[in-house]
């Protein structure tokens, strides 16, 4: 008998042995392994409040479940219950049990939120839009009867980050109205509340809105009336607009939108009380304003302005002829090579005065200095037989003009000048 277990006990070594040689090299094999338990106990299924779980320990040669054997379900008859956790309708709860068994065994049993249907939900105390109401709970499973109950508070109806408030029907000022509450964490929990009564609140609206031709009717309508039955507590008779775009002593004329050359604007008539002068800046009357149609340019005093058909007329700008800069000077060229033309000056655009521009001189034959760039052509010196020394002109007196719009007005003014020539001849 010794004996034996003396060859038990060296069967063990070897194979503890072997298993510190292979073990960390995979090699042991499940099929051929003699299963080696590292002695921890894991819980490899969760056992539930009605179903068994496992628990196994490993094998520290192959890795393989070794000592597999079954938990019994989560009853007080065979756990231990320890510390709970109640869950609450954002959080989950939580209880431990422990094996009576064995005491190693710990398992955490998660309860869900509130929101879930394992539980049995009861209002205590509806909310309200000015105080917090109350809800039980009690788990359904009869294993935690006494465990898992207890009171949640619903927060008030005003809380916008736990309810979701639908109107139903809206309050007037004649009578209350009705909105229902739902709980963001737990649908199926939906309160109504009444919307109170709401105050008189006056606003000017037309009743007629006058025109150029006829009178209107203004009224002071409580915006919160019932649609059914509208009421006023002023009502003023008003006059005719102006046919014109000006202010009279009943309207005040203001443009909203300017009218440009490509679209027309907007003005309004805004009501006010001729004996008080006091303005009804509700009661206004919107007029479209036509879009301007070009009758000319004109300058004045090195100014460019724009004149509209309807008499109006704006400032463009500054508008000054300014000489050009003086060309730099030509570099040697070769003999034969002619110089470009220079450039026409612009016509200056000082049409106050009618005095014009001054012309940009033609460049002569032979090398007009143009700006630096024009140095290009004296390379060609090399080629020329005797080359002499080119004669040198200085550049020409550009008359530039700056004038600081756009250049599509630009073109405008030049059209514009040109017909005002064409008036003066
Ligand atoms: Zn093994
Ligand atoms: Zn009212």
């Known amino acids: 008998m010794k004996k034996l277990r003396k060859i038990t006990f060296i069967v063990i070594l070897s194979a503890l042995f072997c298993a510190l040689c292979f073990a960390p090299k995979n090699v042991a094999k499940a099929d051929t392994c003699e299963h080696i338990s590292d002695g921890v ?36 008859s065979d756990w231990n219950m320890g510390e709970i956790t109640l869950p609450t309708f954002k959080d989950k709860g939580n209880i431990v049990y422990t094996l009576i068994e064995d005491e190693n065994i710990v398992v955490n049993f998660e309860l869900p939120t509130l929101g879930d249907s394992v539980y049995d939900l009861e209002v205590l105390t509806e909310p309200t839009l000015t105080s917090a109401g109350q809800v039980s709970f009690k788990h359904t499973s009869d294993k935690l009867v006494g465990v898992v109950n207890g009171t949640a508070e619903l927060e008030i109806l005003t809380d916008t980050s736990k309810w979701a408030k639908l109107v139903t029907t809206e309050a007037t000022c004649a009578s209350v109205g009705q909105a229902t509450y739902t709980y963001i964490l737990h649908t199926p929990l939906t309160f109504t509340a009444e919307i109170p009564i709401k105050e008189h609140s006056y606003e000017w609206v037309f009743e007629t809105t006058p025109t150029t031709e006829n009178g209107g009717v203004a009224r002071h309508m409580c915006k919160n009336a019932p649609t059914s039955s509208p009421h006023y507590d002023i009502s003023l008779n008003l006059p005719s607009i102006p046919t014109e775009r000006v202010s009279d002593e009943n309207y005040d004329f203001e443009v909203v939108t300017k009218p440009t050359l490509f679209g027309s604007g907007v003005g309004k008539f805004v009501y006010k009380d001729s004996e008080t002068s006091q303005r009804y800046e509700k009661l206004f009357v919107t007029v479209e304003i036509p879009m301007l149609v070009l009758k000319s340019f004109y300058v004045e005093e090195g100014k460019l302005y724009i ?38 000056g612009d016509q200056g655009l000082t049409g106050a005065t009618g005095q014009a521009g001054q012309a940009g001189a033609t460049g002569s034959a032979g090398e007009k200095g143009e700006k630096g760039d024009k140095g290009d052509q004296g390379l060609k010196g090399a080629d020329g037989a005797d080359g002499e020394n080119g004669k040198s002109y200085t550049g020409l007196v550009a008359t530039s003009i700056t004038v600081s719009i756009v250049s599509l007005i630009m073109a405008g003014a030049m059209l514009g000048i040109l017909l005002k020539k064409k008036m003066l001849f």
């Open 41 to 76: 106990v894991i819980v490899s299924a969760m056992p539930s409040l009605t179903s068994s779980g496992l628990k196994q320990e490993t094998c520290s040669l192959c890795g393989e479940p070794v000592n597999v054997s079954s938990l019994p379900s989560l009853s007080v």
């Open 307 to 344: 004149e509209y058909t309807d008499g109006s007329s704006e400032c463009l700008g500054t508008v000054q002829g300014e000489k050009g800069d003086k060309g730099d000077q030509g570099e040697k060229g070769d003999k034969g090579e002619t110089g470009e033309k220079g450039d026409k």
